[in-house]
Structures are given as C-alpha cells and as structure tokens.
C-alpha cells in the first residue's frame, strides 16, 4: 500500500511552544441578506434618507430597468419603479433633495428617483453617452461627472448636472482622458480624478476646483491602475486600493494621497490583489474592502491608525462587480455581482462582530523561490540564491499571500530542497526565538524533498529556516494560517513512543517495546501525557519515523476504536529512516493505533500538537478518494481506476460529501497526496478548481518514484480541487482525505 503523509524526514519539531488555549467559537461578521428578486452585476445601490437602499439598473443578460428597495428594518426588498431607460455601468448621486440622480451607463439619458413617489422622471442628457465614468456631488449641490467610455473613444470631458435647473452644462476637461477612474471629493470641496484607463493605466491624478472650474495636476500615483476604489479616510487622505495593472493582473497595493502635500505615499497591500472589489469607509474609520476578480470570497480590514490589514471573514458568496453600502446601523450591505454568472444574493457585515478565524485556508502561493531567474508572489525572496551551509534565511511571511500582517500564530508552508549538495536538513522556527534541536526535512545531495510545515511565526513576522549542510535551494508556498485565538494547541516536541530498546520516552511509557513486526498493531496512549488531556483531545499532530525497516512496506495510523482503514501513512524501504507528518484523529480513550504492513520495523513517534474534540478542525478516519491505478478503489467508487494524469495535464476531485467530509460549511481539507510510478522527474500542484493555477508545488518527484505529501487545501465555491502534473511523463497519483476545516 502507498503511504499518503508527507515525507518529513527527522521532523524532530513541528512547532514551537505556545500557550495552550481551549476550543471557541468562531466569530462570523457576515450574516445572509435577504436575496434580490433579480440577479444583477454592474448596478448601483444608493442609501436613502429613509434608511432605504436603493438599487437600480445592471447587467443579467442585457441591461436592467428594473430597481429594488432593501429595508434595513425587515431585512427585505420590494420593487420599485423601473427605470426609463435599462442601463449598466452607469451612476448614482444621493442629491441634498432626496432625489437620486443616475446618469450614463452605455447612454446619454439621465433620470431622477423621487422617494416619495418611487418613481423615476427625465433629467436631461449628457452631452454623449458614457459608462465607466465617476458622478460626484459638490458643496453646492451640482453634481460632476468625469471622463468614461465614450461613443468611440475614451473620454476627457466633464459635464456638471444642476438640480436647480434639472439640466446639464460642459465643465472643463480633464488633461487626460480615462475611464474606469476614481473620483473623490475632499474636505477642501476639490475633486481628486486618480487613474484609470487610456492605452494603458494611468498613473497620473487630477484635481478639479468648482470655485474656478479649473483642473490641476496632483501627484501620480506609483502604480498606475485602474477598477481600482478610492476612499476618504476620516484623515483628510485618500486611500486608493488595488485594480488593474500593466503585467501585474490583480494589483494587491495600496496608496495614500495627501492634499496637504498634493503627493502619494505608501500604504501596506492586501493580503490578495483583486480588482471590481468595493471599499467601505466604517463608523471606526477603518476601511472594509470585500471580495473581486479571482473568485474572491474574502475581504479585509484597513486600520489608517496602524496602516495595516486584517481579514474580515470570508462572505459566502464569492463575488465582484457587486455593490456595497454602509446602512445608518453601522452595517454594511453587500448586493448582487458576478461569480461563474450573475448573482442575486445579499449579505450583511457587522463590523461590531470580531472576525476571529482560528485557521484560514489560502489558495497556495509562492513566497520564497531561491533559485535565479525564479518568480514570487511579490517579488521578495526571488533568485536569493542557494542557502549556505549553516546559513539562515529570515522569511517574511506576515502580511504576504494572503496571511494577514498581525494577529499571526502560525503558517502552513509547503517547504522544498532541491539541488542540495550534500546531505543535512532543514529547520524552521519562528525568527527572534533560539534555533531548537529539530529539523523539518532531511535530503541527500542531487534529491528534491518536499514537506508541509506548520512554523510559528515570530513577533517579527518572519519565520527563520535554516540549512545544515552543503548548499541547497529552498521554495517556500504558503497554503493557510492560524490565527490569535486557534484551537490548535502546540507543544514543544515530545517522544511518546520509540520502540528501540535503549531510548527513552517523555514519561517513561512505551520505550524499548521492540520492534513492530509483519501485521503488527501498537496501540499508543497521545492522552494524558505531556499536557495533552486525558479527554476531549480530537486529533493528535504527530512526526512518525519508520527505523531500519527489514522490507518494503508501510504504516498506518488510525483512532483505535474505529476499524483499520484501507489506507496508510507513510512508505519506506529496507534499511530506510522514514519519517512522516500525521494528522491522526484520536479515538475516545485518547489512543491511536499503528499498524506495520511487512518486516521488522521500530517506530518513534513525537507529538508536537492536538486540537479538541469541539474544533475547526474536524479528523476523519482517513479514506481513500481518489487513485487513477487501474483496478484501485475508492471508499464510494468514484476517482478510481481513472488512468494516469498525463503530461501537463489535470484532473478534478470532487471532496464534499465523501469520506466522512460533510456537503456543505467546508473550507477546507487535509489530504494525504501522492505520486507513484511517474516516468519522468517533474512535479504535482493542487489548488481548488475555479481559482487559477497558482504559482507552487505540493510534492517534487523524480522517474519511478513514491512520494507523498500532507496538503491542506482551500475550498471554493466549486467545492472540488484541481491536479496539474507539470512533468513530461505522467503520472499516477492516490489521495486519502484525513480531516476538514470549517468554513470561515
């Protein structure tokens, strides 16, 4: 049987010590609304005088004319008066009247909403038709509209809409036309025009003075973009948030604008880059900027008083070209929007509910690439070269593929030597702590050795690795976090089991038991012994070694009170020092039962942490689902005998509602990956379907070679997960499903 763990060679220590924390509840700031009665995208939403939202117009298949009324008070919408005109993309301005002016959107008509009547009456018409463009009220009561997509070209022009005289006149023009720009009004009742399109993204910011009807140049932005938003911070400055950019997809920066200096500065990015996202200006200042471009679920908070970023939960609808508003409660409404087609749902975000995740799955992304020539999320930690021998590497981690910039516990990192030259280990450990006797992978020269890592991460933000021997390569992919508050209780690493006689065990209990021989089955005490408790304990972390085994074989680990199932953990070969990383639920009386498959071979087992019974965590008595070998099976007969996975090729793995994974509120789940009999050196990624193909690799392998890797892995809203062989050869490739994270 293949063993499906990680190879995690002389894991000595996982992690390092933490304070030990009991299971709790995770805090959900996001809440369903009540739905649309039509999915829409590209539309606007408008908060009333009365409390009321209003949202007009958008796209489903062509452009809407219809409108709907959300009621704070009933969590409810009812219709309201269609629109003259079906439009998208277009404006909404909350005039001093109570009357909502919408303007443009693939038109030159303009019409006004009347509250009172609910509904809609003519006010005039732009000089020529126009979306992408901005609408800004002024202190005096007219609004400005700016730029956008013309007829034919990308336009510069500038119209004002007097409501005094419901009519429109030109205003002067901008210096460069753009569309998909922002446009702010400041505290000094000028309007900053920042980015946008034309050819390319604009770096350039204008400033309109309605005093003078006059615009002049601003500072330029460092990164030009576009779909981007910008915000009024209760400071007077503006900060501006992802978009698009030139050769940079999704953009995840952030700068802030000071009218005092009329210049840019700065700000820490997201966590993710995204583009059609919105941002929302808090009643605490702080700026809530939710979902976007690449199937973003996610959203995150900004704090201007420490310019940093902390996640705000994930919605539960994946979305972009959506709308959000910020209600008279403090709440925040979030409406509509696109993902795999148009959607009508709603959510609420109460920013008085504190977003405390535990752990936060993240689609894998590459950190840390030694190699020259090589590529990173951001940059950072690109073509370093190798590390030296008895070199450290200090890896930022905080605040760089997705993991927030404080309120970091620990990361999971998908660590790799490869191009070692000589034979040693690697070791991680949080950065500003004293290095520990431990190691998180060995390898021997010319090898390429892939295995998860579960690192603390230091005040700092960093987590330092360090390399023995010789000079080698290393790749760091982040796949998740746990966050202040987890239920994961780490421990300093400790033996409880070492079957070899002459070595001892933290407390004395099995050690020098002798070797575990053909169908042998030891059952292991994990609760009561070094702090773990006598009850309650879900699963155990534990670094499991197979020494100087006699033949080819395997083990697996299981909860002793459930029957053996068809499935192992790690592989190893005669005379071979194997060790391997195991998430193993524990059964009722605090034990896990380990069975050797052929030959003599010691175990030693370290524990190196555990999470409750009530956790995020849920483990499941490892089953089979999925392995391409002809004639192979499955626990439900799905993903079995489906041939090899070709060279450069993929294939999906439906996970939910298959062994012992529930159908729904999954985010995601702990697999025990694969590759065996592979005909030429390559690598496998995994990353959940509907995202694209990160940049990382969940194991390495080499022609004809057995090897595994533990991955944790996001969920989607597509509920399954991808396999991509980046070899020239294919490969067969065996999956066993070991747990699950709650959906956060």
């Given at each position: ?329 403090g709440k925040v409404l979030v409406a509509g929007g696109s993902y795999h087609g148009v959607i009508a749902s709603a959510e609420l975000y109460d920013p008085e509910v504190k977003f405390n995740p535990g752990f936060l799955s993240l689609s894998p992304t590459r950190l840390l690439d030694t190699r020259f020539g090589s590529s990173t999320i951001d940059g950072q930690f690109a073509g370093i070269g190798a590390a030296r021998a ?355």
């Amino acid at each position: 049987m293949i063993s499906t763990m990680s190879v995690l060679h002389k894991v000595c220590a996982l992690l390092m010590i933490l304070v030990v924390g009991s299971a709790h509840a995770v805090s959900k700031p996001w809440s369903t609304a009540d739905a649309l009665a039509t999915g829409r995208e590209l539309h606007t939403a408008t908060l009333l005088s009365s409390g009321k939202v209003l949202v007009a117009g958008g796209y489903y298949g062509g452009s809407l004319a219809s409108a709907e009324l959300y009621d704070p008070a009933t969590n409810s919408w009812s219709a309201a008066g269609a629109l003259l005109t079906a439009r998208y993309h277009h404006t909404a301005t909350l005039l001093s009247s109570g009357s909502v002016l919408v303007a443009g959107g693939g038109t030159a008509s303009a019409e006004l909403y009347n509250p009172a009547t609910n509904s809609w009456s003519a006010a005039g018409s732009l000089s020529i038709p126009r979306n992408g463009h901005t609408a800004t009220l002024l202190p005096s009561g007219k609004v400005l509209v700016v730029g956008g997509d013309g007829a034919a070209n990308i336009l510069g022009s500038a119209e004002l809409y007097d409501p005094a005289t419901n009519s429109w006149s030109a205003a002067a023009s901008l210096a460069n036309p753009r569309d998909r720009h922002t446009a702010t009004l400041l505290p000094s009742g000028k309007v900053l025009v920042a980015g946008g399109y034309n050819v390319g993204f604009l770096t350039t910011a204008e400033l309109y003075d309605p005093l003078t009807d006059n615009w002049s140049t601003a500072g330029s932005l460092a990164t030009g973009r576009a779909f981007h938003t910008a915000t009024l911070l209760l400071s007077g400055k503006v900060l501006v948030v992802a978009g698009a950019g030139n050769n940079a997809g999704f953009l995840a920066s952030a700068e802030l604008y000071d009218p005092a200096s009329n210049d840019w500065s700065t700000a820490s990015p997201l966590a993710l880059g995204r583009e059609y996202n919105t941002a929302t200006l808090l009643p605490s200042g702080r700026v809530l900027v939710a979902g976007g471009s690449g199937s973003l679920a996610s959203t995150e908070l900004y704090d201007p008083a420490t310019d940093t970023w902390s996640p705000a939960g994930s919605m539960a609808n994946a979305r972009d070209d959506h709308t959000a508003t910020l209600l008279i409660s403090g709440k925040v409404l979030v409406a509509g929007g696109s993902y795999h087609g148009v959607i009508a749902s709603a959510e609420l975000y109460d920013p008085e509910v504190k977003f405390n995740p535990g752990f936060l799955s993240l689609s894998p992304t590459r950190l840390l690439d030694t190699r020259f020539g090589s590529s990173t999320i951001d940059g950072q930690f690109a073509g370093i070269g190798a590390a030296r021998a008895s070199g450290v590497i200090d890896l930022v981690v905080a605040g760089r593929g997705g993991v927030p910039s404080n309120d970091v516990v620990a990361v999971v990192l998908n660590v790799t030597a490869t191009n070692p030259t000589a034979s040693g280990y690697i070791a991680a450990w949080p950065s500003e702590m004293a290095q520990p006797l431990a190691s998180n992978l060995n390898f021997t020269p010319g090898k390429t050795v892939p295995n998860l890592v579960i690192a603390n991460v230091g005040t700092n933000g960093k987590v330092s690795l360090y390399n023995s021997a010789g000079t080698t390569d290393l790749i760091a992919d982040v796949a998740g976090y746990f966050s202040v508050g987890t239920d994961l209780n780490t421990l300093s690493p400790a033996r409880l089991l070492d079957t070899r006689a002459g070595f001892a065990t933290i407390d004395g209990q099995f050690q020098g038991t002798g070797a575990l021989s053909t169908g042998g089955t030891l059952t292991l005490a994990i609760g009561g012994r070094d702090g773990i408790p006598s009850s309650g304990v879900g699963a155990a972390i534990l670094n499991v070694t197979a020494v100087q085994p006699t033949a080819m074989g395997y083990l697996t680990l299981w909860p002793s009170d459930a029957a053996q199932p068809w499935a192992s953990n790690l592989n190893f070969m005669p005379g071979d020092d194997i060790p391997n990383l195991v998430i193993s639920k524990v059964s009722a009386s605090g034990d896990v039962s380990i069975y050797n498959s052929a030959g003599n071979t010691d175990v030693v087992a370290d524990v190196a942490g555990w999470f409750p019974s009530s956790s995020q965590l849920t483990p499941v008595v490892p089953a089979r689902i999925m392995d391409t070998r002809p004639g192979a099976q499955t626990i439900d007969g799905q993903a079995q005998g489906i041939g090899a996975i070709q060279s450069n090729g993929t294939t999906n793995l439906p996970v939910l509602n298959r062994g012992g994974v529930p159908a729904s509120g999954v985010g995601a789940v702990v697999l025990n990956v694969t590759v065996t009999e592979p005909t030429a050196p390559g690598y496998l990624t995994v990353w959940p379907v509907g995202e694209s193909q990160p940049l990382a690799s969940s194991l390495n392998f080499v022609a004809n070679q057995t090897i595994a890797n533990l991955v944790i892995m996001k969920i989607s809203t597509n509920t399954q997960v991808e396999f991509y062989n980046g070899s020239n050869g294919k490969c067969h490739v065996v999956v066993d499903v070991v747990g699950w994270f709650a959906e956060q």
